[in-house]
């Protein structure tokens, strides 16, 4: 928008020279121009009488007044970036609504460093502003531009409004290194993205590739988003009022027996009733929905302001943003408050622009234990949450994996406060023309407290009121610890130091044109942690405002630590243009660290691509339906240091998890001992990446999209290698980089302006990612030695009676992708309702056996007892519509999965009818017969394809007559999380694509949560 | 106010020109490089005795102790009927001698070993970088025997182990020793060092609580020669002659003398005025948690008892079969160490009940182990002899790993061998009386006679496997199992980690 105001800016200046002569005049035409989209008065639009010189140009609301001879019908009106339109006079005032034209080509990208016109963009670079973004509930940034852009596969590890998303830019690039992007927040790199408010941004650009990624050198390998925040526009103060109140409940909750259904299945499994009683094993006459006494209705609310405005030579923004997001799990929660200015100034006779952000906010976190859910699914619904022989108490549930979860949730303490500042201020200066020095600084400094009670005890009343009787520790959480109470709290605080400069010239020679940027940044990280665990309180009800009152606290309760390292770096760009066809750009980066072994420390990371622009050729000229025809391609390598920690390359000593005693003092002291293997050669992974794309629009830009196909091999690949321990080696793992992945696919986007008049818009989008991704190679040398692994286990699942090889599931297998599970063979149920399982014998021929200790669980390719089977999807898609009529606006966004599969946790544990009487089972465990107890296979594998109605909603503008105070009011209904279209039987089939449990549907997942709000967006001038 | 200060520093760095840094990498607080752990006495000490934490992990259900016990007939692990204990066959496959390299326990057991060893080679190598005195030596001296004794681990129950003794060595290239060759750097390394340390034992020097003094290299020493021909296929008596000699110098030297009762070794506050225990591994709730074997073994619902509350309510998994449990006599007071019977709540008095379909039946403990895939809830006897203290999982009973009266019974043993039964049970004398046993008669006195007493007096604390092989047993048929068809099973294969981490180590015959 900041262009769409230059211009304004120009045509009002162009109309004091339109404005001039007027001719005899006859009829006096008045009117107001106003953007078809959003109400607005657009001023300096040009309006001319049509076949004649004569013309004006509308004032600052918008209005205009010209005479025209008598002989004219027609206006025509037209202002840059909007589509040209004739009006035919009615004889009374006229109301013109512009469209907006095809200004995709035009708009400008913020890139590392600085700003290229989309036109000239050579990259994988996708823009999403906030026009795109969805309306409603919003509590993270990362929300907007979920399913936005393809090959951007943004999911939650499930609906706990306090976890933060997991950002997947073209697959997962990394095991060990992490794959999340670099956040760009206003050129801070690094920065929190939870540092800015939602409301606040005005566009995400993601860089996919290495050609627009390579500036940022050895943190881009998981691509980067650059975040711009709103600025004010120049003319008259604008006060922005946003709000909106939502409604929460779980979309989807796990369906368990009821009291008939779980009574009469027991009667059907034992063939007599099940004892009544008031043991946790027997039916104490209860119907208890557990998991409807977890969850409620959560109430979510927003409230922003902001103001801005400015003059040609300065521009500022200021806003508050409050959101309170309740979380459908009673007693969790969270509450955000921002707080942003920005502002720049001209100075010197406009030669130096000077510019500042700061940011300060704070998240206070709610958080409950997830065990819950589990806890929930496993206790039956026979039983009560309370004491049978004491309805004021909850009771004791005393089976193996089960606690009661309603004591659980309400009363374990777990919060987190975190503070976040971000200051940056930059200064361009004009030294000649064309020629910019821009030295910059930022700093970052985040604090983050922890708080957690684990209460004492058992006997906790319903009503809250005492915590006294404590006879035990209730969860277990700490259980070696104390039965009075235990306290964990911790702070930890970090600070980023940023310096640089950069050099910029843009030169144009003829047809040629060169813009070349040079740079130098240096970057400090430092950190320090600190935590304290005490135990035994006197005073059990506030122990974590009187941590003196403990009885009990150890020299191991009480830790330390605190680093930091440091990046240095040169970089600098290229980017040539010739005639607007013909475009080079080079991107290169060197980057040094003391993170890394001393034998790597440094690394360059380059890039080149190239781009022509087919429709600008002569003999385009007459192909008039395309618009626009692009082909570009590129080659670079980016680098990934995310996960290596400051010290991870050396040999270190530190403390040992436990005491030594010590018998001259007769007492327990800190033991100290080795605790990481040196490694010299510890060097960043380097990611090369290949991407050839064709970007078109057909029918004067009503139709556009991009096709990227892209390559990106991971080298030098992350991985914490076992080695055997004894010798060289005296800590089991070391993380080296001699692994191999690649990821493989293309990502295709189309948008349809389906209808563009001033009544009716209609818009069509849609976005598709088909990614592979493969592990190449594990297997390597480091320092001489040989580190080779073929496959390894990394994630397990979980149940009664399943532990060990026959748990370990989630596997990283060489030639698979991540997300390999590796699970025996169903082979159905024998007569008696016995699952049987597939054992292979050597000669490939196979027999049903009950009983899973017959099956050779070894991993390492000598049995066919089990299989690996991926689980990660074909494509993912998003797609949405736009409708506007009148004053009313219309949206709908969806998107989905194809493909994928998951492993039912859930199903698995407690579809086994020989957990009637103990535990929880669900609903529909009957029709599956399975009498024998659970076992992980095969046949827990299920399709979790889905397309999911993430967002419908529906505005209303009201139509303001020209009042002094409001410029605009608009109103909205919106739901997110409608609805998902699945056949996927657990609670959600979007499950995480990060660590071990990937593809493993686990029971401790907070369900997430359908949305139902009501907004208001109020303009105030 | 800190963070806008820094603003304004950074601000004023921009217009003074670049900020440029060649600070070294200070260490985080948390942990120091091994350059300077070297420098601090104090520091040095915690790494010295730090290293025995190690021996924390010891009794963990997948480590050495309990891994190598239940492959004898002392303690079962039957799948229970609803699947709990399932667990894939690993716990079947020990008690019925089918496991594999595979197997997750005996691969525990073998990195346990292996990180602890490679802790002490590490230490060891920069005690040695250091000016060396009096107390340098002492430290070297007294790792080497830790080290020892995590090598006798080894090789009695893996048989031929690669040998890593610094730093230097390359341990993924390294080949497998003979285990006669590791039985003989042990002795080498426990006659060097062991007579180095010191030969106060705790009760006349509390330094010297949960270490290695002198009588602990020499217990081991006795326990090697014990097992020589066991380990290295030796026959004769030498093993023996040369076992009864450091036998008497601990019974002569060494002060110890038993416990009047024998659950006194077990106690909750054992870790003082204790004479009988020669070398434990010291255990706290709090600081030193580990020791868990009553959450193995207890029923679920004898949680509300001990103040367990729900999720921490034991597993109900390890137990004693008849067999086992029928060694002792009713009479004997080292029985006590067990549970059998019928279980009751907190107050004595309301009995508790099993859960599942038979929820409404008293939880009444058996002897008898029903099924090795689908017992009882309340199949087999329970160990209770470590005593434990209401509402912790992890106890401070500390873990006594050699006892003297494994000394007087390993006395009596090697007399017995070689023919002066008459002496022999001169030594059996006083672990019987404790017991509240007559002692044994010469006339119905056999080899056997002392096996079934070290079955009695060390049920679960780590030693059966190797008692049952010296005694030729370790293959006889038991419950649910046939003799063995073969003697592979007599050695644990090495693991397929470890195999696959270092390729040129040799497995074990028969795997």
């Known amino acids: ?1021 | 106010m800190k963070k806008k200060n820094l603003l304004i520093i950074a601000a004023l760095l921009v217009g003074v020109g670049f900020y440029s840094c060649k600070k070294a990498l200070n260490p985080t607080v948390a942990s120091v490089t091994k350059d300077a752990a070297g420098n601090s006495t104090r520091y040095l000490q915690s790494i010295v005795l730090g290293t025995y934490t190690q021996l924390q992990g010891l009794t963990a259900n997948n480590a050495m102790l309990l891994t190598s016990e239940e492959t004898t007939d002392a303690l079962s692990v039957p799948g229970r009927i609803g699947g709990d204990w399932a667990d894939g066959g690993i716990w079947q496959q020990l008690w019925l001698h089918t496991y594999t390299a595979s197997h997750g326990n005996i691969s525990g057991a073998w990195d346990n070993a292996y990180n602890t060893i490679g802790s002490i080679n590490v230490t060891l190598s920069l005690i040695q970088g250091l000016p060396q005195t009096s107390a340098t030596a002492y430290s070297i001296a007294e790792l080497k025997v830790l080290r020892a004794y995590f090598y006798y681990l080894l090789v009695t129950n893996y048989g031929n182990v690669p040998l890593l003794t610094s730093t230097a060595q390359d341990a993924t290239t390294v080949t497998t020793s003979k285990a006669s060759d590791v039985f003989n750097f042990v002795v080498s390394e426990l006659k060097t060092n062991g007579a180095l340390l010191s030969a106060s034992n705790p009760n006349v020097d509390a330094s010297q609580y949960g270490r290695l003094n002198r009588w602990g290299a020499y217990f081991l020493l006795a326990k090697l020669y014990m097992n020589q021909n066991v380990i290295t296929g030796s026959t004769g008596n030498a093993g023996f002659l040369a076992a009864s000699a450091y036998c008497d110098s601990i019974i002569q030297k060494g002060g110890y003398q038993l416990q009047g009762n024998f659950l006194d070794n077990f106690s909750s506050t054992n870790n003082s005025g204790n004479t009988e225990n020669i070398f434990v591994i010291p255990y706290d709730h709090i600081y030193a948690p580990g020791l868990q074997l009553q959450m193995m073994t207890f029923h679920y619902n004898q949680a509300g008892k001990y103040n367990w509350g729900s999720t921490g309510g034991p597993w109900n998994g390890f137990c004693a079969n008849a067999d086992y449990f029928g060694k002792f006599a009713a009479t004997d007071t080292r029985r006590a160490g067990w549970q059998f019977g019928i279980q009751y709540a907190a107050d004595g008095v309301t009995p508790l009940t099993t859960r599942g379909s038979d929820s409404s039946l008293v939880l009444n403990f058996r002897p008898q182990v029903s099924s090795l895939y689908t017992a009882t809830e309340y199949d087999g006897v329970r160990q209770q002899k470590w005593q434990l203290v209401p509402g912790y999982q992890s106890q401070d009973a500390d873990f006594a790993l050699f006892r003297f009266s494994d000394v007087l019974l390993m006395k009596a043993e090697i007399l017995t061998r070689t023919g002066d039964i008459a002496t022999a049970l001169t030594y059996t004398a006083p672990v019987r009386q404790r017991a509240g046993q007559p002692n044994f008669t010469a006339a119905a006195f056999a080899l056997d006679t002392i096996l079934n007493e070290r079955a009695r007096e060390f049920a679960w604390e780590g030693w059966r496997r190797e008692d049952l092989l010296r005694f030729g047993h370790f293959g006889d048929k038991k419950q649910f199992k046939a003799v063995d068809a073969d003697t592979h099973t007599q050695l644990f294969p090495i693991p397929t980690e470890a195999l696959q981490k270092n390729p040129h180590l040799t497995q074990n015959a028969g795997y």
Request: charged share 15%.
């Open chain 1, 1 to 1021: 928008m900041h262009l769409k105001n230059l211009l304004k800016v120009s045509c009002l200046i162009l109309a004091l020279f339109l404005a001039i002569p007027a001719m005899a005049q006859n009829t006096v035409v008045t009117g107001k121009v106003t953007d078809a989209k959003d109400g607005s008065s657009i001023p300096g639009v040009s309006v001319v009488a049509k076949g004649t010189t004569v013309g004006t140009v509308t004032d600052i609301n918008g209005n205009f007044k010209l005479s025209v001879p008598a002989s004219v019908k027609t206006l025509t009106v037209s202002f840059v970036g909007y589509t040209s339109k004739d009006v035919a006079l009615t004889g009374g005032p006229l109301n013109i609504a512009l469209e907006t034209a095809n200004t995709s080509l035009n708009e400008v990208l913020v890139v590392g460093y600085g700003t290229v016109r989309k036109k000239d963009a050579t990259g994988a670079v996708v823009k999403v502003s906030s026009d795109d973004f969805v309306q409603g509930v919003t509590t993270n940034p990362l929300q907007q531009l979920q399913g936005q852009a393809s090959g951007v596969v943004i999911t939650t590890t499930d609906g706990d409004p306090n976890n933060s998303p997991v950002v997947r830019i073209r697959g997962t690039a990394s095991i060990s290194g992490g794959n999340d992007p670099l956040y760009v927040i206003d050129g801070v790199a690094g920065a929190d993205i939870r540092s800015v408010a939602p409301a606040d941004i005005e566009s995400f650009v993601v860089e996919k590739d290495a050609s627009a990624a390579a500036i940022y050198g050895s943190r881009a390998a998981g691509g980067v988003i650059l975040v711009t925040t709103k600025t004010g526009k120049a003319g008259k103060t604008q006060v922005a009022v946003n709000s909106y109140v939502a409604s929460e409940s779980a979309e989807r909750l796990p369906d368990f027996m009821n009291r008939t259904q779980y009574l009469a299945a027991y009667q059907g499994f034992y063939g007599h009733s099940m004892p009544t009683g008031t043991t946790s094993t027997s039916d104490q006459g209860a119907n208890t929905d557990w998991f409807k006494l977890l969850t409620r209705t959560g109430l979510t609310h927003n409230e922003n302001i902001a103001l801005g405005g400015g003059t040609d030579k300065s521009h500022y923004r200021a806003s508050v943003n409050y959101t309170n997001q309740q979380g459908i799990a009673n007693n969790s929660g969270r509450q955000d408050i921002y707080g942003r200015f920005n502002f720049d100034q001209k100075a010197l006779d406009d030669k130096l622009l000077i510019t500042v952000n700061a940011t300060g906010s704070q998240s206070n976190s709610n958080y409950i234990d997830n065990g819950i859910w589990l806890n929930a699914a496993a206790v039956p619904s026979v039983l009560s949450p309370f004491d049978p022989n004491n309805p004021g108490l909850y009771q004791f549930i005393n089976n193996t994996q089960e606690t009661n979860p309603v004591p659980q949730e309400l009363y374990l303490v777990d919060n987190g406060v975190q503070d976040r500042l971000i200051g940056n201020l930059r200064l361009d200066y004009t030294i000649a023309p064309g020629l910019t020095f821009s030295p910059y600084a930022n700093a970052a400094h985040g604090t983050n407290v922890t708080n957690i009670y684990y209460p004492p005890a058992t006997a906790l009343r319903p009503d809250g009121q005492s915590l006294i009787n404590a006879v035990g520790d209730q969860f277990g959480f700490v259980s070696q610890l104390s039965n009075h109470g235990d306290v964990d709290k911790g702070e930890s605080d970090y600070t980023n130091e940023t310096y640089g400069a950069t050099l910029a010239y843009k030169g144009t020679f003829g047809k040629s044109k060169l813009n070349l940027l040079g740079g130098y940044e240096f970057n400090n990280f430092l950190y320090s942690n600190f935590r304290v665990g005490a135990h035994d309180f006197n005073d059990i009800n506030i122990p974590l405002e009187s941590l003196g009152s403990a009885n009990s606290i150890s020299t191991k309760d009480i830790g330390s630590d605190a680093g930091g390292s440091e990046l240095k770096s040169w970089f600098g760009r290229a980017e040539y243009n010739l005639s607007d066809k013909y475009y080079l750009t080079a991107n290169v980066r060197y980057d040094w660290s003391n993170k890394l072994g001393i034998n790597n420390q440094s690394g360059v990371f380059p890039s080149i691509d190239a781009a022509w622009v087919v429709s600008s050729e002569d003999f385009m000229k007459d192909v008039t339906w395309i618009s626009n025809l692009k082909l570009r391609g590129g080659y670079g390598i980016i680098g990934n240091q995310g996960n290596i920690g400051g010290y991870t390359s050396q040999n270190l000593f530190g403390p040992l998890s436990n005491l030594y005693y010590n018998g001259s003092l007769g007492q327990f002291v800190s033991a100290s001992g080795p605790v990481q293997n040196a490694n010299p050669d510890l060097r960043w992974e380097t990611k090369a990446t290949t991407n050839v794309a064709i970007d078109f629009g057909l029918f004067n830009g009503r139709l556009n999209g991009s096709l990227d196909i892209y390559s990106a091999i991971t080298n030098h690949l992350l991985y914490p290698y076992t080695v055997p321990t004894g010798s060289t080696f005296f800590v089991a793992t070391i993380l080296a980089n001699v692994g191999k992945l690649s990821n493989k696919g293309f990502d295709f986007s189309l948008n349809y302006k389906i209808i563009s008049n001033s009544d009716l818009t209609w818009n069509l989008g849609g976005n598709i990612n088909v990614n592979r991704n493969k592990i190449v190679s594990l297997s390597g040398n480091y320092d001489g030695f040989a580190l080779n692994v073929t496959q390894a286990n990394v994630g397990s699942t979980s149940g009664l009676g399943i532990s060990g090889a026959i748990s370990q599931i989630g596997y990283l297998k060489v030639g698979y992708p991540i997300g390999t599970l590796l699970l025996p063979g169903y082979a159905g149920l024998d007569a008696n309702g016995n699952q049987e399982f597939w054992k292979y014998a050597a000669d490939g021929s196979r027999t049903a056996v009950t009983d899973v200790s017959q099956l050779n669980y070894a991993d390492d390719g000598s049995t066919q007892d089990r299989k690996f089977y991926t689980t990660d999807p074909k494509f993912t898609y998003g797609l949405q519509s736009s409708l506007t009529y009148k004053q009313w606006d219309f949206s709908i966004f969806a998107r989905g999965q194809y493909g994928s599969h998951g492993f039912n946790e859930t199903y698995m544990d407690y579809t086994s009818l020989a957990k009637l009487g103990t535990y929880g089972v669900l609903a529909d465990a009957t029709s599956y017969g399975i009498k024998s107890s659970s076992e992980p296979s095969n046949y827990w594998l299920q399709s979790t394809a889905f397309l999911k109605i993430q967002n419908i909603s529906a505005g209303y503008s009201l139509k303001i007559a020209d009042n002094k105070y409001i410029d605009k009011l608009h109103f909205y209904l919106s739901g997110n999380n409608l609805y998902t279209f699945t056949s996927y039987k657990g609670l959600d089939p979007e499950l995480t694509t990060a660590g071990g449990e990937t593809g493993i549907d686990v029971r401790t997942l907070y369900p997430r949560a359908r949305q139902l709000s009501f907004g208001v967006n109020l303009t105030l001038k």
